[in-house]
């Protein structure tokens, strides 16, 4: 079975936005920092290496309903793996890219894992990856530290306390961003 | 002429404290996570080649007088390299290891390299780092990355916006803990 991860674009200092919404020109520009095609994104050979390696072992992924609202659904395909679900007290019908889940975090992460078979899920975006933080099922972290001090805006994460991680089980060099992958930890803190 | 830098052991989603004070048994575990002794640490050798480097090059320090009373003034011994420098509006008398400066961030810092010749500044802490930043005047900044989500607290030179880093410089591997650094870019970011 795979892993359940969550991800996030984030200054030295700890923020996946800073204040009023800005930073977003720091944040992402590894997206645009090379020649690499992956997903989207132009960017140097070790990040396109990273960022398409993680897509392609990710069957299905966890969204809430303010991404999938923002996004305009993706236009109606999965943005990751094969199926998405969509945690949301607002339901629309399914269909065979989207799930409405409206029965919490566990039941999406499951029927997540079920689309997934061996691959893994991925939770987006933070108030979602909080929410598996919390009900244990958020397995892996992957960092993307980008070198900017915003020195304020939205923390990655926040609020919470006291997670250990293991790690980082990688560090990979891309320009202008480090790409570290840790482990979630649960239970007492040795 | 050495550099001027600050740095922090710092948890994943960007805090040097915990809510409340909390979460220094993770941000300091480094601290005593192997076998080898440096400057009152137990470390692994990977901590404590890059620290006692790190303070090996240190010539002279710049503090803030809480941290001064808080370590009773480090039982009359400069922590780090030969002389400390305590801005302050509250000044002591000069003795052979510490001046006590009133003049404000700069003039503490020119002192500080008088001392240091060829070799670095270090700033501490937080506060006294940010004084150093929002002046220019700070050239590197060493985060120790520890795997731990505090979820809150105290964030990593907040408030301040906008500093675009260099690198990073170099990353090195310790157990519990990451050692990144990163050159500080002043001017209108690119």
């Known amino acids: 079975m795979g892993r359940v991860y969550a991800g996030a674009s984030t200054s030295v200092d700890g923020y996946v936005s800073g204040p009023d919404f800005s930073g977003f020109e720091h944040l ?3 997206f645009t920092s090379g ?3 992956v997903a ?33 659904g ?15 007290h607002r339901p629309l019908e399914d269909n065979e890219h989207f799930t409405f889940c409206t029965e919490g975090i566990e039941r999406a992460v499951e029927i997540a894992r079920e689309h997934a078979g061996d691959r ?9 990856a909080r929410q598996a933080l919390d009900a244990g099922l958020l397995e892996e972290i992957c960092l993307d530290l980008v070198p900017v001090l915003l020195g304020g805006g939205t923390p990655f994460f926040a609020p919470g306390k006291g997670y250990v991680l293991e790690g980082p089980l990688s560090v990979v060099e ?7 992958r840790y482990r979630v930890r649960y239970g007492s803190p040795a």
Chains 1, 2 share one sequence.
Request: hydrophobic share 40%; proline share 1%; net charge negative.
């Open 74 to 88: 993706w236009g109606g395909t999965s943005p990751v793996g094969s199926h998405t679900v969509v945690l949301t």
């Open 174 to 180: 891309g320009v202008g961003v480090t790409h570290l």
């Open 28 to 30: 992402f520009r590894w």
């Open 40 to 72: 989207g994104l132009k960017t140097s050979q070790a990040s396109a290496d990273y960022y398409g390696a993680m897509l392609a072992n990710t069957g299905a992924a966890v969204v809430g309903r303010t991404l999938y609202d923002h996004t305009n």
């Open 35 to 37: 020649e690499v095609e």
């Open 120 to 128: 893994d899920v991925a939770v987006n975006s933070g108030q979602m």
